[in-house]
């Protein structure tokens, strides 16, 4: 992204974007609730269309490149609902009465629902990465008798059978139990030993679930990158407090990144008595 600027009506959403991630670089971006996370998520899938700068997007320069092309290449993974009846309004991308091969498999087609018949070698690779998921056990079961967690999984199964280059994971551990969201993690981390192994933009709220060794964090604060580089460099106390306008301490154990809010600016004095 060079000098990229999104304004919608009197609100400048994206404030002058530079940055960029190397192929197979895995780069986790954190930032306050509103603060343009999603919005740069679009601009990257071609879904939202800056005001002003440049995109290039796993080497193709947007608006000069089909993007229907460019979106195969690309798979997404939110903590939205994705999962549900087939229907116009219903926002689903997948439908729940498939079983969990199925449902992967659709990936192929990007279909919600069963109109195409996979092949062998294409239903073998999914059940692989239903496997990895942590889903070997649920094969045959239909999406709508999974848990929360389980759905999330298979939906992230799905995102991946494909092989996409680039994968955008927003907030994919959102309503996640502790070991849902500890197996999701570990599925993340067996993405990215994947060979080929894909470029991953993983948006989330908690800093703990950013990978110790990811390649790059990126903070983010009213529409403008305020900090990117390695995490040791950016996930500071200090870089964290004035993102999050909140006094926290950060920490580094079990090969990750922990945080304390020690202070918000709506603490009020304790009284003595
Ligand atoms: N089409 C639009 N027109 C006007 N404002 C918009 C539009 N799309 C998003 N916004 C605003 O832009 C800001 C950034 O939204 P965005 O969804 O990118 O934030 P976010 O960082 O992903 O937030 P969250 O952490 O809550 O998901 C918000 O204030 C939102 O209301």
């Not at 009197?10 to 974007?17: E, V």
């Not at 496997?131 to 070997?136: F, Q, S």
């Not at 280059?165 to 959102?174: K, Q």
Request: charged share 25%.
């Amino acid at each position: 992204m060079e000098d990229v600027r999104l304004r919608r009506g009197d609100t400048l959403i994206l404030d002058g974007l530079n940055a960029r991630i190397n192929a197979g670089e895995t780069v986790a971006l954190l930032g306050a609730n509103g603060c343009g996370k999603t919005t740069l998520s679009r601009v990257l899938l071609g879904q939202m269309w800056p005001t002003d700068g440049r995109v290039q997007v796993l080497g193709k320069t947007l608006g000069r490149t089909d993007v229907r092309a460019l979106r195969r290449r690309i798979s997404v993974v939110n903590g939205a609902t994705s999962i549900g009846p087939v229907g116009v309004s219903s926002g689903a991308i997948v439908d729940a009465r498939l079983d969990a091969v199925a449902a992967v498999c659709t990936g192929y087609f990007a279909t919600v629902g069963r109109y195409d018949r996979p092949t062998d070698a294409q239903r073998a690779a999914a059940v692989d990465l239903l496997r990895v998921v942590g889903l070997g056990h649920r094969l045959e079961h239909r999406l709508s008798s999974l848990s929360t967690g389980e759905q999330r999984r298979a939906v992230l199964a799905r995102a991946l059978v494909t092989e996409p280059e680039l994968v955008i994971l927003d907030e994919p551990t959102a309503g996640l139990d502790l070991p849902g969201r500890e197996r999701l993690l570990a599925a993340l981390a067996d993405l990215r030993n994947a060979r080929p192994r894909p470029t991953v933009l993983l948006i989330t709220h908690h800093v703990e679930e950013i990978p110790g060794d990811a390649d790059g964090v990126w903070l983010m604060r009213s529409g403008r990158l305020t900090h990117a580089g390695p995490p040791a460099d950016v996930l500071t106390s200090e870089a964290l407090s004035t993102t999050f306008g909140c006094d926290v301490r950060v920490t580094f154990e079990h090969g990750r990144y922990w945080v304390q809010v020690a202070a918000t600016p709506w603490d009020r004095p304790r009284s003595r008595d």
